[in-house]
């Protein structure tokens, strides 16, 4: 580009040269640097039970449903007629349909007029608080809404005066994790990521005009698959922001994903604005509620015991056993056996000069570990306790 500016400037006709400078300019005005892709328009959002009319825009309930969300997937139509009974409807292309009137959906595509309205559905109270009061204590409110219009709505009366955005979007895996214009978005689509950047940046700058701009900071979660793409997105839409991305551990074990690492954690970028800093802590974060629980110790290893609400005892074989803990030096002593599911543990002898480890949730309830015994385990001539286990 340097190289076609000297050129131009070389040019002696002063008026050839305003006229190439004018021309060169109108092509490289319109030119997008850093993330390219397409913004998919329009995108739709069903209404249920907004009134049909003539004129309206719907969509058509698939075959033998009456659920909202399930749609027979030829689009949006136009109501020419509406009748208690039945509708006539027409598409773009002209092609028209006559359809049961009960099995429409109102319709509005991204660009049209909608008034939303927000209407309570029930309310917790606050201690302190009477009846239909807070006692001017602050509050917390549960939109449930499409996102984009939920933003919109929040904008007539928060524009400028939020603090802190925290969004966790549909991380575009490819399994069916999320829907643009009311279809879902597979990995098989070759537009698979420019409709998640567009679906993403129309509501980023939604959230630009609600955050603060004198002080406040966007969290916005994402994993691997749209990490890179969501980077470029919010530097551009941002552009006055500092960004950085954090790490988060989300399964210090791993998910095992055959063939490939297994997967420990996600990314978080934090965009602040103004004046908004990072507070200096004197814990690295990895430390906290990591520990399993013992008969009134708090020892345990990172990861080793299993979390998720299925991994109750007896859920998997040989994965409920002690393991003993010098008290005097923290070490592993040994590895007790597993415990037969009618087995209670708290008539198992514990060596002496050792504490009990077991799988317990921060609720005292019996869970799993993530690593299996050998049923040999068991007294200081056993093997080694890092021998005596094995991952599940």
Known sequence: MAHIDNLIEAIKDPQLRAALRAEYDKVTKNRRLGLVFDRHMPESVALPGFAIRDGEKVQVLADGTDDPTKLDATGVWTVTKFGPETALLRDGSGETREVKADQLVATREFGDPIYPGLVSTGRILRGGGTDGEDGGKPFHTVINAENYHALETLLFAYEGQVDAIYIDPPYNTGARDWKYNNDYVDDADPYRHSKWLSFMEKRLRLAKKLLNPSRSVLIVTIDEKEYLRLGLLLEQTFPAATIQMVTSVISAKGAVRPGRFSRVEEYLFFLTQGDAQLTPQSTNMLDLDRVARTEGAP?????????????????????????????????IHSVGPALDDDVDRHGVAIPAGTVAVWPLDSRGRETLWGLTAHRSCGGRSSPPATRSMRRR
């Open 299 to 331: 020892i345990e290893w990172l990861g080793l015991r299993r979390r998720e609400p299925s991994s109750k005892r007896g859920a998997r074989p040989n994965q409920f056993f002690p393991i003993y803990v010098d008290e005097q030096t923290g070490r």
